[in-house]
C-alpha cells in the first residue's frame, strides 16, 4: 500500500514559526523541526530566520552532511503543494465604508509623483497659454 503523503501551503507552514513549533520548507519538502532547535549545531536562531519561507538555498549554502541530511529525513511531515497560490480578491461594494478612503490617501502618499507630474505640466501648459495671449 503506498504511502499518502501530506500536502501544506506555504501559508499554512509559515503559521508555524515559533520555537515551540517551528517548521521549515528544503527541497519542496515540510518539515517540523520543533524538538530538533535546542541540538542544532548552529544554533535555533538559524533555523527560526528560515521559517514561512522556501530556505533551500540557507540549507545548501551551510554545507551540511550526508548525516545531517539523513537525520533532516526523520522530521519530515509532508511536502509543499505545488497548486500555485491564488489570492484572495477583495470585493467592493457601491456602499465603501470611510477605511477606503483612506486608503486612497495612503496610495496617494506613496505614489505622490504622479500627482506632482499632473499639476507640474498642467502650471508650464497654463503659462504657455497665457504667454500666446
Known amino acids: 500500500m ?29 518539515y517540523d523541526v520543533s524538538s530538533y532547535l535546542d541540538e542544532h549545531p548552529g544554533g535555533d536562531d538559524v ?14 549554502d551551510a554545507g551540511h552532511s550526508k548525516d ?19 489570492p484572495e480578491l477583495e470585493i467592493f461594494s457601491k456602499n465603501q465604508p470611510a477605511g ?3 486608503k486612497l490617501m495612503d496610495l496617494t502618499k506613496q505614489f505622490w509623483a504622479v500627482p506632482v507630474a499632473i499639476v507640474g505640466i498642467s502650471v508650464v501648459i497654463g503659462f504657455l497659454y497665457l504667454r500666446k495671449k
Open 47 to 60: 533555523i527560526l530566520v528560515a521559517t514561512g519561507k522556501d530556505a533551500t538555498d540557507e540549507f545548501e
Open 68 to 86: 545531517a541530511r539523513e537525520l533532516m529525513e526523520t522530521f519530515c511531515i509532508g511536502e509543499l503543494d505545488p497548486s500555485p497560490e491564488i
Open 2 to 30: 503506498p504511502t499518502l503523503t501530506k500536502l501544506f501551503t506555504m501559508q499554512e507552514t509559515s503559521l508555524h514559526n515559533t520555537k515551540d513549533d517551528c517548521w521549515i520548507v528544503i527541497d519542496g519538502k515540510v
Open 100 to 102: 477606503h478612503a483612506q
